[in-house]
């Protein structure tokens, strides 16, 4: 019956002897981390792991520094700046600097958020949700006894991306896995307390910082030891000299933006573009950006500690300052009344060739755009305005849809030259802002190739 769909088809599919495995892995090193430190791991070797199940577990406080006593932890996963990965010395993946802007570019385009339980994907200004602990003019702290971690989250992108998912770690020599820290900036708002929604937004005089522990990889072991998997992998491998693995990997670059700014690239298949706008200020000493629209000024609840407060209760949602993206323009929709028909036209030029063929207007048509390029119906923008001044973003597909699923290599061909993609405002600038922060993301497939030998080799 094997012509009839799975519901008309009457069969089982069964595998014999599978066993499965989680583990735990030490880091390298176990000191107590700060900003811009890191962190080393080594996966185990001669089994099969599902390397997108692969989390970093641990915990993470905040501190307080001069007048900024309401500092706020940003979500876990933006700890990560850069994740590199080696194989025996060899860069497969070296990592795109600022991840988190990455991250939350991606993050911004899920219909779904994180898991608010263990990502630490909600701003808890006042209470906390791992223990509903009341903060106001305190750092948001955890403890770190007995070796307790209450965060995950992913680490790269080639892990999470990697086909196949289960990964023959016998094949290739140690894989070590480098994290790099994000800024004290990026992960902590350096408010002047918790107590309120405007003083949480209002900066102190001193940047808050802080620290990471009890870090460790959890990791997903899986054995098929049926006597037909591994020689079908060792067959191949034996017939065909190597085994071809496929993965998601990005290149990233910051630019002052006036107008325009220009990257190149020359990856075998350019799947998409991807670029996020900031205040020149993002860097700076900053409280949290309240979402637009969000109720930011939930009042409390009777009791003094047990009312959550983000917008799941009725409350709002922050960002701190390096991963709010905010449309180039000198007139925010929020401002004033008719402000959204004066926003800017930005097109993505390849080569000369413009995408797409027409002036682009930040909105509607950069939002369709958007989502046609994540492939996506809905995001995390609950309003034109949160779209616009608190998730603003444009991208460009130039992969086939579905290629992900597909295990294709469907993008542009930049190989055997330079090439030149240019992100530039057309049409009228008149109210177009000047020395905003540009990060323009590339998107691409690569080919990570397994040789007799333990060889390894890589075709960006």
């Given at each position: 019956?094997?012509?009839?769909?799975?519901?008309?088809?009457?069969?089982?599919r069964?595998?014999?002897?599978?066993?499965?495995?989680?583990?735990?892995?030490?880091?390298?090193?176990s000191?107590?981390?700060?900003?811009h430190?890191?962190?080393?791991?080594?996966?185990?070797?001669?089994?099969?792991?599902l390397l997108?199940?692969?989390?970093?577990?641990?915990?993470?406080?905040?501190?307080?520094?001069?007048?900024s006593?309401?500092?706020?932890?940003?979500?876990?996963?933006?700890?990560?700046?850069?994740?590199?990965?080696?194989?025996?010395?060899?860069?497969?993946?070296?990592?795109?600097?600022?991840?988190?802007?990455?991250?939350?570019?991606?993050?911004?385009?899920?219909e779904?958020?994180?898991?608010?339980?263990?990502?630490?994907?909600?701003?808890?200004?006042?209470?906390?949700?791992?223990?509903?602990?009341?903060?106001q003019?305190?750092?948001?702290?955890?403890?770190?006894?007995?070796?307790?971690?209450?965060?995950?989250?992913?680490i790269s992108?080639?892990?999470?991306?990697?086909?196949?998912?289960?990964?023959?770690?016998?094949?290739?020599?140690?894989?070590?896995?480098?994290?790099?820290?994000?800024?004290?900036?990026t992960?902590?708002?350096?408010?002047q307390?918790?107590?309120?929604?405007?003083?949480?937004?209002?900066?102190?005089?001193?940047?808050?910082?802080y620290?990471?522990?009890?870090?460790?990889?959890?990791?997903d072991?899986?054995?098929i030891?049926?006597?037909?998997?591994?020689?079908v992998?060792?067959?191949?491998?034996?017939?065909?000299?190597?085994?071809?693995?496929?993965?998601?990997?990005?290149?990233?670059f910051?630019?002052?933006?006036?107008?325009?700014?220009r990257?190149?690239?020359a990856?075998s298949?350019?799947?998409k573009?991807?670029?996020a706008?900031?205040?020149?200020?993002?860097?700076?000493?900053?409280?949290?950006?309240?979402?637009?629209?969000?109720?930011?000024?939930?009042?409390h609840?009777?009791?003094?500690?047990?009312?959550l407060?983000?917008?799941?209760?009725?409350?709002g949602?922050?960002?701190?300052?390096?991963?709010?993206f905010?449309?180039?323009?000198?007139?925010?929709?929020?401002?004033?009344?008719?402000?959204?028909t004066?926003?800017?036209?930005?097109?993505?030029?390849?080569?000369?060739?413009r995408?797409?063929?027409?002036?682009?207007?930040?909105?509607?048509?950069?939002?369709?755009?958007?989502?046609?390029?994540f492939?996506?119906?809905?995001?995390?923008?609950?309003?034109?305005?949160?779209?616009?001044?608190?998730?603003?973003?444009?991208?460009?597909?130039?992969?086939?849809?579905?290629?992900?699923?597909?295990?294709?290599?469907?993008?542009?061909?930049?190989?055997g030259?330079?090439?030149?993609?240019?992100?530039?405002?057309?049409?009228?600038?008149?109210?177009?802002?000047?020395?905003?922060?540009?990060?323009?993301?590339?998107?691409?497939?690569?080919?990570?190739?397994?040789?007799?030998?333990?060889?390894?080799?890589?075709?960006?």
């Amino acid at each position: 019956m094997s012509n009839y769909p799975d519901y008309a088809s009457f069969f089982l599919r069964s595998f014999s002897n599978v066993t499965h495995q989680n583990f735990l892995v030490e880091p390298q090193a176990s000191a107590t981390l700060s900003a811009h430190q890191t962190m080393q791991f080594v996966l185990p070797s001669n089994t099969n792991l599902l390397l997108g199940n692969t989390k970093l577990l641990f915990t993470m406080s905040s501190a307080v520094a001069g007048t900024s006593l309401g500092t706020r932890l940003s979500a876990a996963r933006n700890i990560v700046d850069r994740c590199e990965i080696n194989f025996g010395g060899i860069a497969v993946s070296s990592g795109v600097a600022q991840q988190a802007v990455l991250m939350q570019c991606l993050a911004n385009m899920k219909e779904e958020e994180e898991d608010p339980v263990d990502s630490h994907s909600k701003f808890y200004r006042r209470t906390l949700g791992a223990n509903l602990v009341e903060k106001q003019n305190t750092a948001e702290a955890y403890s770190s006894v007995k070796n307790t971690a209450l965060f995950s989250c992913d680490i790269s992108p080639f892990l999470k991306t990697i086909q196949p998912q289960l990964f023959p770690t016998a094949l290739a020599p140690q894989i070590q896995i480098t994290i790099h820290l994000s800024s004290n900036a990026t992960m902590v708002s350096s408010g002047q307390n918790g107590d309120s929604a405007a003083n949480v937004q209002l900066a102190g005089n001193g940047q808050g910082t802080y620290t990471v522990a009890n870090y460790r990889l959890l990791v997903d072991a899986w054995s098929i030891d049926d006597g037909v998997f591994s020689s079908v992998i060792a067959t191949r491998l034996q017939n065909e000299g190597q085994l071809d693995c496929y993965f998601c990997d990005y290149e990233g670059f910051s630019d002052t933006y006036n107008g325009n700014t220009r990257v190149s690239s020359a990856a075998s298949s350019l799947d998409k573009v991807i670029c996020a706008w900031r205040p020149s200020t993002y860097a700076g000493i900053n409280g949290a950006e309240g979402i637009k629209g969000m109720n930011l000024a939930l009042a409390h609840g009777e009791t003094t500690n047990d009312v959550l407060d983000q917008s799941d209760a009725r409350g709002g949602d922050y960002l701190t300052a390096p991963l709010n993206f905010v449309v180039p323009s000198t007139g925010l929709p929020s401002s004033a009344e008719d402000n959204f028909t004066d926003l800017p036209e930005i097109s993505i030029s390849v080569n000369g060739v413009r995408f797409p063929s027409f002036d682009c207007k930040s909105g509607v048509q950069s939002y369709a755009l958007l989502k046609q390029a994540f492939e996506v119906d809905k995001t995390q923008s609950k309003s034109m305005v949160e779209y616009l001044e608190n998730r603003f973003q444009i991208a460009y597909k130039f992969n086939l849809p579905k290629s992900k699923e597909l295990r294709a290599r469907s993008g542009i061909n930049l190989q055997g030259s330079n090439s030149t993609i240019l992100i530039q405002n057309t049409g009228d600038t008149t109210n177009n802002a000047t020395n905003y922060n540009v990060m323009t993301f590339l998107e691409s497939t690569r080919v990570l190739s397994l040789g007799l030998g333990k060889q390894v080799s890589v075709i960006s």
